[in-house]
């Protein structure tokens, strides 16, 4: 399975060395001109841009290629199991034309049932979902039990999760941005290139709009908040109007008792909160899923476990902060490297502006040429 983890490019590479393209998954799509396979690289995709990315967007993507490194064991295994997380910038004379992806696994598509009979392999979008079963075994998909409807949003709400710790918005929550496994419900979420870290321009999904944010105004983790949750009220009733997925949860809990009782209870709050505080954090969310689909006794591998609190590795990671000269640094001048907080590493020696041996030995010296002088100015005034 190729992945973030396993890839053989570079952070930058030229759109030239990646030899010829090979079978195309989609043109004119949301911001790619096209997304193809690399006949020279099994497994791998380019996603090829309409115009070539700003010098903000340049940034962006590089820090956003770079993040996984910097994540501890836990949260990079979700990233190479369940997302399509970039793993190169691609350059054409100097612009930014793409990015280089791996291809989601064969475990994500099936034999679809077209209309007129004919079977066609494709991919399992999470749309499929927000259908009733009726609906997916007419097209040849086994309908799909409540624990492995939970057991597929809990993986999703997982991935929703992991952005949140790491203070990335994604806002693409929608059908077609979601792939899911029969086989073991996990799931594969795709577009993470235009992640970013801190609020965004809110995209325009139809059907998925924030009734608290306004079209075309910056966006932050609250809409995802927002549209997770609704996209798990949508695919555990396979309802796919607002009102009547929640409504039909609401019913569904009741039926069920305190299974799915805690995810109600945080979806409808995510869903109808009149403030974007009062939404849930993902992490709640992704727990109470978890907790049902273990509590229902179903087979369930999840895209990551989760690990309980105080595991070193998995930590906050926060995007670094840019860096810049002290006030007095000349412009264009190294700067200076910073002072240990306790010089070679014992608290007890203190700091050369805080009680250093040296700083001592300074005052001691001050205070005998003081004296000195004293003792030869009264010698001087008896004569």
Known sequence: MTSWSNSPFPGVVDIGTLGPAGRTLGENTG????????????????????????????????ELIELPRRM?????????RATGWPVARVTRGGGTVGVVLPLAPARFSAEFR?????????????????????????RGITGQAPRD??????????????????????????????FWSRVDHCVFVIDIDGCSFGPRLQTENINWSDPLVPRKHMAGIEVD??????LTARCLTGRRETPAATAALEALAAQDGTTTEAITRLVVQAVSATSLDGRPKLAELHGALARAVQGSGGTW????????????????????AAASAPPDQPPGQPSRPAQPAHPGGSPETGSPETGSPETGAGIVLVVTVVVVLIVILVLVFKH
């Open 149 to 178: 409807r939970m057991a597929v949003c809990a993986n999703v709400a997982a991935v929703g999760a992991l952005f949140e710790r790491h203070h990335l918005v994604y806002l693409d929550w929608s059908y077609a941005n979601i």
């Open 31 to 62: 911001e790619s001109r096209r997304v193809v396979e690399l006949s020279n690289h099994p497994g791998w995709l380019l996603k090829e841009y309409y115009t070539p990315a700003t010098p903000t967007d340049i940034r962006r993507l590089d």
């Open 301 to 320: 591998q999840p895209t990551v476990e989760p690990p309980p609190d105080g595991v070193k590795e998995w930590r906050e990671i926060r995007p670094p």
């Open 114 to 138: 077209l209309p007129s009979g004919k079977p066609q392999v494709r991919t399992l979008l999470i749309d499929l979902l927000a259908m009733p079963d009726a609906y997916l075994t007419e």
């Open 72 to 80: 501890g064991s836990v949260d990079l295994a979700m990233v190479n």
């Open 225 to 230: 908040r927002y549209r997770v949750a609704l």
